[in-house]
């Protein structure tokens, strides 16, 4: 398990990823959480690595590090374009964002 590979809801290992189809380019997500969501020259939002590499990958996922859970939620819950999705790792269902409203 990697460092920033943590554990979130039950200790189950949560990742996200955001669907650039509906990313509205707000940036809110980036001002929660900018050591996981960065807004790229195209002005729509990725994912980042635990490199710190943006994931430009259609439907790249990255694991949510347990610190930043509460940030990463908000950013779900905040997002204009309801396109962030936190899931757990272990069997790919979704715990927080648009699909579980």
């Known amino acids: 398990m990697s460092v920033r590979q943590e554990t979130g809801v039950g200790g189950e290992a949560l990742e996200v990823w955001i ?3 509906l990313c509205t380019g707000d940036g ?3 001002q929660y959480a900018p050591e996981v969501f960065e807004l790229d ?3 729509l939002a990725y994912v980042k690595s635990p490199q ?3 994931l430009q990958d259609r439907g790249a996922a ?3 590090p ?3 859970l509460t940030d990463v939620v908000d950013s779900a819950k905040e997002c ?3 396109c962030i999705h936190v ?3 272990s069997d790919g269902v979704e715990v927080y964002g648009p699909d579980t409203e």
Do not use: F, K, S, Y
Request: aromatic share 0%; with cysteine.
């Open 66 to 68: 347990l610190p930043l």
């Open 28 to 30: 809110i997500c980036a």
């Open 52 to 54: 710190d590499e943006l």
């Open 80 to 82: 204009p374009g309801e």
């Open 62 to 64: 990255t694991p949510v």
């Open 87 to 89: 899931r757990r790792v």
């Open 41 to 43: 020259i195209d002005g």
């Open 19 to 21: 669907d650039q189809d």
